[in-house]
């Protein structure tokens, strides 16, 4: 595994993050593609064998049952200081003023809340979700330099946003003497490069690290094309890729780079991720063994100038998703 800083911090992650979204107890029966705690020890001990170091999760993630789970694999299978554990706010936790958004009150509420579910101190890297068009930007960077002041968090990260937005607030926390944020969660594959018109060389300037979500564009990219999966029927983040017209060549250029080189698909596709030089680590969520042994193989795949033309050629324009 390769480690790197996270943009111009002082923050080493490795280069790629477990993603554990599809980790906890969903309250809908239906959903049946959450892995259990049970189901979901054999990637934390596999992160750590392949030195996958960086786990993120979120609050909302299975009404807080993810962060649960991460928190007991923390204590189970590592040391503390040995991962690099990042969390969010932003999306509804419970009813009443304090249950959602990046106000003040919902911000000291839900760190707070987050901490005792992971059974720790502190957070390395606490994230907004998204951006709050409800609360003053004042508001919301003062109270989250206070999370970093009080010693809950050592770093700070925001999540899917326009990049004027992203730079407001970087903006604010720079005139108001705050701790700015050294990391973008943004949407990025093969199938959605919309970040690539501002957002990437925004975070360029800022010296903030990327560290996308769904780098395998919920595992389209990892296969070759077919209609809808099992998922599909629950995951609306799923549906959002199921536009053949767009994305089945894009597919089909990835199946053809991935059967020259040997290699599954998978690690063809994070690798064109990993080559962006915005891209500190993707993350990925795991649901079989191999994901993670694809991801980590990735950080070692280098595409040729000819294969990056292929895979790039099919992209159409699109709205960002996820967001907007």
């Known amino acids: 595994m390769q480690y790197t800083r996270l943009g111009r911090s002082g923050l080493k992650v490795s280069r790629i993050s477990l993603g554990t979204m599809g980790f906890g107890v969903s309250p809908d029966p239906a959903a049946g593609w959450p892995l259990t705690e049970e189901a979901a020890q054999p990637f934390f001990q ?9 786990w993120d999760t979120a609050n909302v993630y299975f009404g807080g049952s993810s962060e649960e789970i991460v928190g007991r694999a923390v204590k189970k299978y590592a040391r503390r200081d040995d991962i690099v554990l990042a969390t969010k706010v932003y999306f509804p936790m419970h009813q009443g003023p304090g249950g959602a958004g990046l106000s003040r009150k919902a911000i000291m509420e839900q760190v707070d809340a987050s901490l005792s579910r992971l059974g720790v101190d502190y957070v390395d890297l606490y994230q907004i979700h ?10 919301t960077m003062e ?26 607030l970087q903006h604010t926390a720079t005139t108001g003497g705050w701790t700015r944020f050294v990391s ?3 949407q990025y594959s093969l199938l959605q490069r919309e970040e690539e018109r501002e957002m990437f060389g925004l975070l360029a300037d800022q010296g903030v690290g990327s560290i996308p979500w769904s780098p395998l564009a919920k595992g389209w990219v990892a296969r070759p094309w077919q209609t809808s999966t099992s998922r599909t029927g629950t995951d609306q983040l ?37 080559k962006n030089p915005a891209v500190a680590a993707p993350i ?20 040729s100038a000819e294969e990056i033309e292929i895979l790039e050629r099919p992209y159409t324009p699109r709205l960002p998703s996820g967001f907007s």
């Not at 596999?46 to 960086?54: K, M």
């Not at 998204?130 to 003053?136: A, C, G, K, N, S």
């Not at 990925?284 to 595409?303: M, R």
């Open 46 to 54: 596999q992160a750590l064998d392949l030195g996958i170091t960086f």
């Open 130 to 139: 998204r951006f709050d068009p409800q609360t003053p930007v004042e508001e």
């Open 143 to 168: 109270a989250l330099h206070d999370v970093v002041r009080a010693g809950k968090a050592r770093y700070l990260g925001a999540s899917s946003m326009w990049a004027w937005q992203f730079a407001k």
């Open 184 to 186: 973008m969660q943004n």
């Open 238 to 274: 799923t549906r959002r890729y199921d536009v053949e017209a767009d994305n089945k060549p894009i597919v089909q250029a990835v199946q053809q780079v991935a059967e020259a080189r040997g290699v599954p698909m998978a690690q063809v596709a994070l690798a064109w991720v990993l």
């Open 284 to 303: 990925v969520g795991p649901s079989k063994l191999e994901h993670l042994s694809d991801a980590a193989a990735a950080v070692e795949l280098e595409l």
